[in-house]
């Protein structure tokens, strides 16, 4: 049984970060310069390679004017990038997010490192262009990498916008998405109809179903695959944190619950990058730990779904 | 519960602590408007022992202009940087104030019947007095909610007004029990449980109006 058993991941991570600030551990745990690469993963539309852990910004970026949240956020980014961290999701649904991505961005050196990714949300098709301006300078970026029509929202109209984007150079990548598994049937006719290179759905230890035909269909189609959700919108912890882990998690270097559920989600072979989202610099190393050392195979991963299902 | 595939935490795009910091820099950014709208408060409170008619007047125009002050200045200044729904806040709130201010004009009696005024003074004097007094002692003096800056206190004081005064109760509580009902809902969601006095606003209010028409009172 592993030595994590039985303890939360809010304990866990505050005794350990009270440990390193009262000097009962070495500083340098956590220091950047010792931390090798997370995994990366292909974007099969162009071979391009991106780390598998990014970041979500719903609700946890969406902080206003609160500077000292706003100031929490850059030191949370900077130990993104410093993990090696690229993909940041975010949307214009998210109310303040998008401004505060780009206020840290701005806070910070590492625009040369950045996915970014964001979304056109609107059901007025002629607004859509007027958004994505709107988020180039709140995000502080003359080019996306990404843009994504949030939950296929007049995605025809917008889908013509952005490939014209793309056309024209204006954006690298072009993606649609769903969330909590809804309109999985929508987004499988456009996946086989339209040159898209990403999908963004809900993916994770409990909610599966995306396996039996998106991700296939993803694979077939050559599209990336990005997981939102990937704690259930922390409902996994709510559910198992107080579980033990079993003792076989520490052979795929899972130290906690956190690393446990993510690792489950980046190890499948379809999906792209996970998207996490958290307000706490302890929780973001922990989800970039995730990315490192060894990850679950085939047989691994049914047993993380049968050790679920057994608790 | 589900709406549409999504449980109410989905709809949640800030956190408790976010929101209530919008409190904190709205009371920062208007004091000392807190003193001005404290004093509006004592006279709306003798506004409703007295029975002047231009008393009354007066105090109906500012019961109904304090939906308009909180609108704006809660909803649309603060609220809207983190919820882009506020913009529909600040447009019902503005109706509501029109509504209050056209539907108000003639009703200057007070109702009688003891529950009736035993209610109407409870709502007015938790809205008014109680709700800044156990905001500020729950979460600190900067966090209080005051009437006709924040929706709440303005939300219950009004019901009180609306119980005591109005003729049309049942069309002036439609947009109040709206906003009660999508606040609450998400008040219960994020842990705002001060907001859920709002809830019992409403219930009072719902009951002393049953009691009012079956001629209890």
């Known amino acids: 049984m592993s030595i994590f058993s039985g303890i939360s991941r809010r304990k866990l991570l505050s005794t350990a970060l009270a440990a390193t600030t009262a000097g009962m551990v070495p500083t340098n745990l956590f220091a950047w310069e010792k931390i090798p690469p997370i995994l990366s993963k292909v974007i099969p539309s162009t071979g391009e390679k991106i780390p598998a852990i990014g970041m979500g910004t719903w609700i946890t970026f969406n902080v206003g004017k609160n500077q000292s949240a706003r100031d929490e956020r850059v030191r949370i980014l900077d130990a993104f990038f410093k993990y090696g961290g690229a993909m940041i999701d975010s949307s214009p649904m998210y109310g303040s997010a998008e401004e505060v991505v780009g206020y840290c961005l701005g806070k910070l050196d590492y625009k040369a490192q950045l996915f970014s990714a964001t979304k056109v949300w609107t059901p007025l098709s002629f607004y859509g262009k007027s958004q994505i301006n709107s988020a180039h300078k709140l995000w502080g970026v003359e080019k996306f990498d990404l843009l994504q029509i949030h939950n296929l929202l007049s995605w025809e109209s917008h889908l013509e916008t952005l490939l014209q984007m793309k056309s024209e150079k204006k954006l690298r990548y072009v993606g649609i998405t769903t969330s909590h598994g809804l309109r999985h049937g929508e987004m499988e006719k456009i996946m086989k109809t339209q040159p898209i290179d990403f999908i963004q759905l809900t993916y994770n230890v409990l909610d599966r179903e995306p396996e039996n035909r998106l991700l296939p269909l993803a694979s077939e189609k050559k599209i990336a695959v990005i997981a939102n959700r990937p704690y259930q919108r922390g409902d996994l912890f709510s559910q198992f944190s107080t579980k033990p882990l079993p003792n076989w998690a520490t052979d795929i270097k899972c130290k906690s619950w956190a690393q446990f559920f993510l690792k489950f989600v980046i190890s499948h072979p379809d999906v792209t990058c996970a998207i996490p989202a958290t307000s706490q610099l302890a929780h973001m190393q922990e989800n970039m730990d995730a990315g490192l050392g060894e990850m679950p195979d085939a047989d691994i991963r049914r047993k993380m779904t049968e050790y679920i299902g057994s608790l | ?217």
């Open chain 2, 1 to 217: 519960m589900k709406i549409l595939g999504h449980k109410l935490s989905d709809f949640l795009m800030f956190s408790q602590e976010i929101y209530r910091d919008q409190i904190v820099t709205l009371n920062n950014f208007l004091w000392p408007a807190q003193i001005i709208a404290f004093l509006f408060s004592i006279f709306l409170i003798y506004s409703l022992l007295v029975r002047s008619q231009t008393v009354r007047r007066a105090a109906n125009i500012i019961y109904a202009l304090s939906w308009l002050s909180a609108g704006v200045l809660f909803h649309y200044t603060a609220y809207s940087p983190v919820n882009w729904l506020a913009f529909v806040y600040v447009l019902f709130f503005a109706l509501q104030s029109i509504l209050m201010l056209l539907l108000l004009r003639s009703d200057l009696r007070l109702h009688e019947g003891n529950l009736n005024r035993i209610c109407a003074f409870c709502l007015s004097v938790y809205g008014f007095l109680l709700h800044p007094i156990i905001t500020a002692a729950l979460y600190g003096g900067t966090t209080t909610e005051i009437w006709g800056l924040h929706p709440t206190p303005t939300v219950i004081a009004s019901l009180g007004l609306i119980l005591l005064v109005s003729r049309q109760a049942f069309v002036l509580s439609i947009i109040p029990f709206l906003y009660i009902f999508v606040e609450c809902t998400l008040a219960w969601e994020l842990g705002l449980y001060e907001v859920l006095s709002m809830a019992g606003a409403a219930f009072l209010f719902f009951f002393t109006l049953l009691c009012r028409k079956y001629e209890r009172l």
